[in-house]
């Protein structure tokens, strides 16, 4: 006689044959991989509030979420730390909460980690300023220089598991006059293409001292401009690219992110901060990696139904993708779209939700899915940190090819 159970039960022969597992015909399947998980949520950890995501996927594989740990609250002042929770397993599950760099009173923020494709470190550079040091006050050019916006670089040889101490580079990459200046934030970048093929650049933003003669009363429009960090040992060293520097108040590029296109340029598109042009975003386009710009930033009108914030950019599945809120005049409703590759056309791909969302950052993480990490809550946009996995196929509106698919001839393939 013959006794089948189910799933991990034994099969038993009257010839006494040896017993052996086998799955039953109506075994359960595998469940799939997670849609979300929620890395930081305010009041835990020891921190008020959680902010400016940012998001890399390491050489080995692991996610790396980082986001700024405010201790007393909400503002973006006081004590304010540069944590990172890491995933082994695609952002379902995360590793516990580490301090990658303490405030220890002041303020550390403004998170913009990358891969270095030729080392595998992960390359971390952040902002800094004193705790009493407010934006305001900072823009007013009111604040010491030592207790001002600083810029450091730290670096992880252990696939993220831990990182070296902060290391100062601000004499290098911020020029005297700067007032404001903000890495990122969200992920650099590491390009792969063309001449510069390695290069490090991460997009950031700085405030100039008004002009000789004018007067700075503290209101909009301020003097803000955009530039780029670039390194080409690995993020050992570091230098200026491009300077946006027009100060003419009609784009103020602040907050701004990057992705290289397929013909190796690198594509740029910021927030406007109060610009008198039309819309809330501008963007730009370089040729040289990073150095020059080949136009000014210009207003960019495929992105009305953006308002007044961080945005993301990553170039995946053969597309330009973009994440950010989706209501003109609020921080709600988180969306991707996908754009052309001149910024001139975008389709709204993909409503995440019909929540409050603020700050977010997308991150590659296999041929088929990529992550959004993002600000996002019920009654406010700053209750958690979530991070989704979405489906390339339904961002890019094309089929993804997956290592071992075979070649169908039928449709171009991410």
């Known amino acids: 006689m013959t006794v089948v159970r189910t799933w991990g039960a034994l099969l038993l022969t009257a010839a006494g044959a040896t017993p052996a ?57 006081g004590h304010i730390d540069v944590v990172v929770r890491r995933s082994e397993d695609g952002g379902c599950t995360w590793g516990p909460l580490r301090v990658v760099a303490d405030g220890d009173g002041d303020t550390r923020g403004n998170p913009a980690p990358v891969v270095d494709p030729r080392s595998g ?48 580079i601000t004499a290098r990459v911020k020029r005297p006059g700067w007032r404001w200046y903000a890495t990122g934030p969200g992920h650099a970048l590491a390009l792969a293409r063309g001449p510069h093929a390695g290069r490090l650049v991460v997009p950031a933003d700085h405030s100039a001292a008004p002009p000789a003669g004018s007067s700075d009363t503290g209101r909009e429009p301020r003097y803000y401009g955009a530039h780029a960090l670039l390194s080409d040992d690995g993020g050992r060293s570091w230098r200026l690219g491009f300077v946006d520097a027009a100060y003419d108040g009609q784009v103020n590029a602040n907050e701004t992110t990057a992705a290289e296109l397929p013909d190796g340029s690198v594509y740029f598109n910021t927030r406007d901060q ?64 996908r754009l ?10 993909l409503a995440v939700s019909r929540r409050k969302a603020g700050y977010s950052d997308l991150v590659p993480l296999d041929a088929g899915t990529v992550g959004l990490l993002h600000e996002t809550g019920t009654a406010s946009p ?30 171009p393939y991410g």
């Open 340 to 349: 052309a590759d001149d910024g001139g056309t975008a389709v709204k791909a």
């Open 382 to 411: 700053y209750e958690t940190l979530e991070f989704r996995r979405l489906p390339l196929a339904e961002l890019t509106g094309r089929p993804v090819r997956r290592p071992g698919d075979p070649w169908t001839g039928r449709g």
């Open 21 to 77: 597992l086998v799955p039953a015909p109506d075994a359960t399947p595998p469940p799939a991989p997670c849609v979300a998980s929620v890395p930081y949520t305010a009041g835990t950890g020891g921190y008020a509030r959680y902010r400016i995501p940012a998001a890399v996927r390491t050489r080995e594989g692991a996610v790396l979420a980082f986001a700024e740990g405010r201790v007393a609250g909400g503002g973006d002042s």
């Open 121 to 168: 470190d992960v390359v971390l550079l952040s902002s800094y300023n004193g705790g009493e040091a407010t934006e305001e006050l900072i823009l007013r050019g009111e604040v010491p220089a030592d207790r001002g916006r600083r810029v450091f670089v730290q670096r992880s040889a252990d696939d993220g598991r831990t990182f070296s101490a902060p290391r100062e």
């Open 274 to 337: 109060l610009g008198t042009a039309p819309g809330n975003r501008a963007d730009a386009v370089s040729g040289d990696g990073g150095a020059t710009l080949a136009r000014p930033f210009a207003p960019q009108p495929a992105l009305d139904r953006v308002p007044v914030v961080q945005g993301s950019l990553l170039h995946a599945g053969g597309a330009l993708l973009f994440s950010a809120p989706s209501v003109p005049d609020a921080r709600a409703e988180p969306a991707v779209w």
